[in-house]
């Protein structure tokens, strides 16, 4: 009878999860769940996940939300799974319910500050980043992070200090982001990491208007980095030093742009902007806000820079 109950609750916890949505979220006519509201003001949809992979990750979640008490690391999982399925409200919920139980962890402070930005909360987020940049401290430096399948993914301190610095990207504050970036490279644990924080220090540096220091982040990035030759960062990093095609990354007449087009898209228009080709950036930027991925990291920036340049920035 137990067996019977255990998975009955289970089953009624997976049929609520899935059908219901967040009692605080609003939804439009067609009822579509918004998740967040951009830079501009225009809601921001929850994803359609599809159907089967609905049900897989509704199932874990449904696991881990029976499961009492729960670990700090229970709780980064589940947010993990919530993301999953594009619930970016909930996750940070999970977060805010773990941090209840551990005040103190870095680990969550950092996946919260991480969704503030996301759902563009950005003055929260700062506040998760910098208490969690005092609790790691000289002792939990090398505290690792692992992805949801179990990987490792460099350390708390490395991306701690990422989402600061993107946060002051993302206020136009570009000295203060480079600095962050600057510490970003120094933790770097993988050349994918590595890659990933010059491409973004030189795009801070050259929206500093400090040129030089720009072209000598580049140098940070040595000829035989040990990436795949495909990797979005490393091929805009690529074309940064003089060594790429833009039109080889990006194709702009492409009508239907995913993840990927508007990663190597943000780049290359910031690549145009450096030449002077200030139309075909354009081209670029609303091809990326046409897109709807909107939790990218280069469409959260092209949402706050073209809201500012229409000075409707919230």
Not at 8 to 14: D, R
Not at 159 to 188: D, M, P
Not at 265 to 277: C, I, K, R, S
Request: with cysteine; aromatic share 12%; proline share 3%.
């Amino acid at each position: 009878m137990s067996d019977f109950m255990n998975d009955l609750k289970k089953c009624l916890l997976i049929a609520l999860v899935f059908v219901l949505p967040n009692d605080a979220l609003a939804a439009d006519s067609r009822g579509r769940v918004v998740e967040a509201t951009s830079f501009a003001g225009k809601p921001l949809y929850r994803y359609e996940i599809p159907v089967d992979k609905r049900a897989d990750v509704y199932e874990q979640i449904a696991t881990l939300e029976a499961a009492s008490p729960k670990s700090e690391d229970a709780y980064i999982r589940l947010g993990y799974l919530y993301i999953e399925v594009g619930r970016f409200q909930d996750a940070i919920d999970v977060y805010t319910r773990g941090l209840s139980e551990y005040p103190d962890s870095f680990k969550l402070l950092r996946h919260r500050g991480h969704r503030y930005i996301n759902v563009r909360e950005l003055d929260k987020a700062i506040v998760d980043l910098e208490r969690a940049v005092e609790l790691i401290g000289d002792e939990h430096r090398d505290v690792i992070q692992y992805r949801l399948n179990g990987a490792a993914f460099g350390t708390y301190e490395h991306w701690v200090w990422y989402h600061i610095a993107l946060y002051h990207y993302l206020n136009g504050s570009y000295e203060r982001a480079a600095a962050g970036y600057e510490r970003c490279v120094k933790t770097a644990m993988a050349d994918t990491m590595l890659v990933g924080a010059v491409d973004w220090l030189w795009n801070a540096y050259r929206k500093a208007g400090n040129e030089k220091a720009a072209a000598a982040a580049l140098s940070y990035v040595p000829d035989d980095v040990d990436v795949p030759p495909q990797y979005a960062y490393y091929r805009r990093v690529m074309l940064y030093k003089g060594q790429g095609d833009p039109k080889e990354l990006v194709d702009v007449d492409k009508d239907s742009w995913n993840g990927l087009d508007i990663t190597l898209g943000y780049g290359v228009a910031n690549w145009y902007l450096t030449q002077g080709d200030e139309a075909t950036a354009q081209k670029i930027f609303d091809k990326i806000l046409e897109a709807g991925v909107w939790n990218a990291w280069a469409y959260v920036a092209t949402d706050r820079e073209q809201a500012a340049k229409s000075n409707t920035p919230r």
